[in-house]
């Protein structure tokens, strides 16, 4: 699989939307440019009645865009690497979580900046290397394209809050059993697109985006995500984890400025 959309690329994607915002590099059959790019000639399976797609038909909010999925193998494979992928936004592969060893079974959830209207995907990679997808339609809300949208909140507020997470267990919900868990990342960062003008200095906000988060319960890891600028501001991240391990849970954000932070939880037992 070629990932060409990684962190560098999806960093240099988005530079060169911020200088140019007419910029049609996906125009037309966006998916069919997409796919090429990404997944070159291999095969992507239909992936219903293995992955189950959430989002929201018309969204209140195109900013901060709820999206999930739940993906299960019953035949022995585990699940290597969960994608989402927008088709016309301007950073179209918007987050890769490469998942820890032995996931037959998936639940996430986040929030994403959906720019426009536009299919949401969910791309599974088995062990196998097979590929599966499923998709949606997510129609356009109104309002200013959510990359070019400024943060929401007081500037130096925003950056002395940044880098500050939490993460916590959810309760009280069908995907928590007795052999899975299921918890909530909450991470402080604006995740600037560099799309952003300041109406002051009509000057544009350097790109300063969520690379990666990752989350480790004890030594094992849960998963690793490759970030974009379509990571809402303020990224949450709500996962599934096994039960019956470590009680410790590391949770790690890293941005394409170099900051880097890391917070440990205890979740409580895990029994």
């Excluded at 950073?91 to 299919?119: C, E, I, N, W, Y």
């Excluded at 997470?165 to 868990?181: I, R």
């Excluded at 544009?204 to 969520?210: A, E, G, I, L």
């Amino acid at each position: 699989m070629r990932y060409t959309f990684g962190r560098t690329a999806l960093a240099m994607l988005s530079a060169a939307v911020a200088l140019s915002a007419s910029s049609a590099a996906f125009a037309g059959n966006a998916w069919e440019e997409i796919r090429g790019s990404v997944y070159g000639s291999k095969k992507i399976e239909d992936g219903r009645g293995i992955i189950t797609l959430g989002a929201p038909n018309r969204p209140d909010d195109m900013r901060v865009v709820p999206v999930s999925i739940d993906a299960a193998f019953n035949d022995g494979r585990t699940i290597k690497t969960v994608s989402f992928i927008l088709d016309e936004n301007p950073t179209p592969v918007v987050a890769v979580f490469h998942m820890g060893a032995g996931r037959d079974t998936v639940s996430l959830k986040s929030h994403f900046r959906v720019d426009r209207q536009s299919d949401v995907r969910a791309v599974v990679e088995a062990s196998d290397g097979q590929l599966y997808m499923v998709s949606q339609l997510i129609k356009f809300a109104g309002g200013q394209a959510s990359c070019s949208a400024p943060p929401t909140g007081d500037p130096k507020e925003i950056a002395a809050n940044m880098g500050k997470m939490n993460l916590a267990e959810v309760k009280a919900l069908a995907a928590a059993t007795t052999t899975l868990g299921r918890a909530k990342a909450d991470l402080n960062h604006p995740n600037h697109t560099g799309m952003v003008m300041d109406q002051i200095t009509l000057l544009y906000t350097p790109m300063k985006m969520v690379s990666e988060v990752s989350v480790r319960q004890g030594k094992d890891v849960v998963f690793t995500a490759e970030g974009s600028i379509a990571f809402s501001q303020n990224p949450m991240i709500e996962f599934d984890f096994k039960r019956g391990g470590s009680q410790t849970f590391e949770l790690t954000m890293k941005d394409t400025d170099g900051g880097t932070w890391s917070k440990s939880f205890d979740l409580g037992p895990q029994s």
